[in-house]
C-alpha cells in the first residue's frame, strides 16, 4: 500500500516541476515588438503624452513623460504597478489589464520615442 502513496507523490512532485518549466519557458518566449504597441497605448496617450499633464487621482501629480524611457524601466514599472509593488490605483488597474506581452511591447515602443524635452 506504500508504494501507490509513493508512486503519487513523485508523480504530483513531477508534475509541479514540470508546471513550473513551461511557465519560465512561456516568460521567456515573450518578443516585444513595438509596432504592436499602437493599438494597446490608448489609456497611456490619455495622461502620459500631454507636455505638463497633472493627475488628480488618487492625488494631485505630475504625470512622467515616459517616451525615451528605458524600454527595461517601463517594463519593470508596469509590472510593479501590476503586482501592487508600486502605489498608484490608476496605474494599477490599467497595468492588471495588461499581458505580460502587452507590457514588453508597450514599454519598447516607449523607448523608442524621443524624450518630450528633445534631449
Given at each position: 500500500?506504500?508504494?501507490?502513496?509513493?508512486?503519487?507523490?513523485?508523480?504530483?512532485?513531477?508534475?509541479?516541476?514540470?508546471a513550473s518549466l513551461a511557465g519560465a519557458a512561456g516568460?521567456?518566449?515573450?518578443?516585444?515588438?513595438?509596432?504592436?504597441?499602437?493599438?494597446?497605448?490608448?489609456?497611456?496617450i490619455g495622461c502620459h503624452g500631454i507636455p505638463g499633464?497633472?493627475?488628480?487621482?488618487p492625488e494631485v501629480f505630475q504625470v512622467p513623460m515616459?517616451?525615451?524611457?528605458?524600454?527595461?524601466?517601463?517594463?519593470?514599472?508596469?509590472?510593479?504597478?501590476?503586482?501592487?509593488?508600486?502605489?498608484?490605483?490608476?496605474?494599477?488597474?490599467?497595468?492588471?489589464?495588461?499581458?505580460?506581452?502587452?507590457?514588453?511591447?508597450?514599454?519598447?515602443?516607449?523607448?523608442?520615442?524621443?524624450?518630450?524635452?528633445?534631449?
Open positions: 500500500m506504500k508504494k501507490p502513496l509513493a508512486v503519487a507523490v513523485r508523480t504530483a512532485v513531477l508534475a509541479t516541476a514540470l516568460a521567456a518566449d515573450i518578443v516585444a515588438n513595438p509596432k504592436a504597441a499602437p493599438n494597446k497605448i490608448e489609456q497611456c499633464y497633472k493627475a488628480a487621482f515616459i517616451g525615451g524611457q528605458s524600454a527595461r524601466y517601463i517594463e519593470a514599472a508596469l509590472q510593479a504597478y501590476k503586482k501592487g509593488d508600486r502605489k498608484n490605483l490608476s496605474m494599477r488597474g490599467i497595468a492588471a489589464s495588461l499581458s505580460d506581452q502587452d507590457i514588453a511591447d508597450i514599454a519598447a515602443y516607449y523607448a523608442q520615442q524621443a524624450p518630450a524635452d528633445g534631449k
